[in-house]
């Protein structure tokens, strides 16, 4: 079993986070931080502003007042579609950020054959978008990000459309990847029982302006067998969070 140990400095920091779409505030002195190691998941209401963390995060948007500060430009984004180019089979689309980072062929041919391999779609490699199933539209999303080994993953709620079955199962695909690789997480979700599965910790967002109101650290070592969601140690963790998600909802 691999315990959730993290270096001490943040891979990733939100300091006094400020900012409003208009009129409407999104954020007011929101204050997070990510180390190696950690895969932080965040939960709240709808509206509150957690896929706009991510966006702050990977430098898509601007905050209007504070500072997000990173260690590291290595990072992999896997949004909630998984935004296939459909006129590419699933290789060539895995391979796209190897050949925007200029990876040589070799190279990127053994990360992708890699990547492929871990979310289990190298039998599908020359398929198109259209003949996969979304469980395996989103398993090629994983695998274009793994290509770059990032060292810090922002998910934003990848597994929100999927059915339970398919989701559970990706669920557990992803906390292997993290108990292999140990990259860095910051993951974007609306379920209490995915948020805890998941996570080194997990943090609950108030309504707008966002900020976090609690905080949950997840003390179970990893890899994490899916028969640990009936332990009355999970089940009062859920409930704890549940309780916390309700109280600002």
């Known amino acids: 079993m691999v315990t959730a140990l993290t270096d001490t400095k943040p891979i990733i920091s939100f300091r006094d986070i400020g900012m409003s779409f208009g009129d409407v505030p999104v954020f007011e002195g929101f204050d997070l931080d990510v180390s190696p190691g950690e895969f932080v998941s965040i939960i709240g209401p709808s509206g509150c502003g957690k896929s706009t963390v991510l966006r702050l ?12 500060s990173r260690t590291t430009d290595n990072i ?6 998984a935004t296939l180019m ?11 950020l190897g050949k ?3 990876f040589s062929a070799a190279e990127l041919n053994k990360r992708v054959d890699d990547a492929l391999e871990k979310v289990g779609l190298t039998q599908y490699a020359d398929l198109l978008p259209r003949q996969l199933s979304g469980g395996m539209k989103m398993r090629a999303s994983l695998a274009r990000a793994l290509v770059v080994q990032p060292e810090l993953f922002f998910f934003d709620e990848p597994f929100g459309a999927l059915d339970e ?8 695909e992803l906390m292997t990847l993290f108990a292999e690789r140990r990259f860095a997480g910051l993951f974007i979700t609306h379920s209490v029982d995915e948020s ?10 108030s309504p707008r302006p966002g900020r976090v109101v609690a905080s949950f650290d997840v003390p179970f070592a990893f890899p994490r067998p899916v028969e640990i969601k009936f332990t009355p140690e ?11 998600l309700g109280e600002v909802s």
């Open 100 to 102: 925007l980072d200029k």
């Open 76 to 81: 992999g984004y896997v949004f909630q579609d």
């Open 234 to 244: 999970f089940a009062q963790l859920e409930q704890a969070v549940a309780t916390a």
């Open 196 to 205: 805890i599965f998941l996570s080194t910790k997990v943090l609950v967002m």
């Open 57 to 68: 995060g990977s430098g898509l948007q601007e905050p209007t007042e504070g500072d997000v």
């Open 165 to 172: 079955i398919t989701r559970v199962r990706l669920n557990q």
């Open 86 to 96: 459909p006129w590419h089979t699933v290789r060539k689309n895995v391979e796209l």
